[in-house]
């Protein structure tokens, strides 16, 4: 979802500082990932998408896409 963001790039880490999301634990362990995946990916929906993404369900990174639209 953030490529469809020209102003994000990078890492989980990155965009997780980008939005201002704070990491609960240490970096690359298994609950710490996943709950600022879950963090990151709200505030990115929210602040980005109105908190709706229903138009990117089922589109994998590179594939269904041309140009930043959905090809679905």
């Known amino acids: ?28 362990q298994a609950g710490s990932d996943s709950l600022l995946t879950s963090c990151t990916f709200r505030k990115l929906r929210d602040n980005f998408f109105n908190g709706s993404t229903e138009k990117y369900a089922g589109v994998l990174y590179g594939l269904g896409v041309q140009n930043g639209q959905n090809t679905n």
């Open 1 to 28: 979802m953030m490529k469809f963001c020209n102003s994000l790039h990078g890492g989980l880490n990155k965009l997780a500082e980008l939005l201002e999301v704070e990491r609960v634990g240490v970096c690359h």
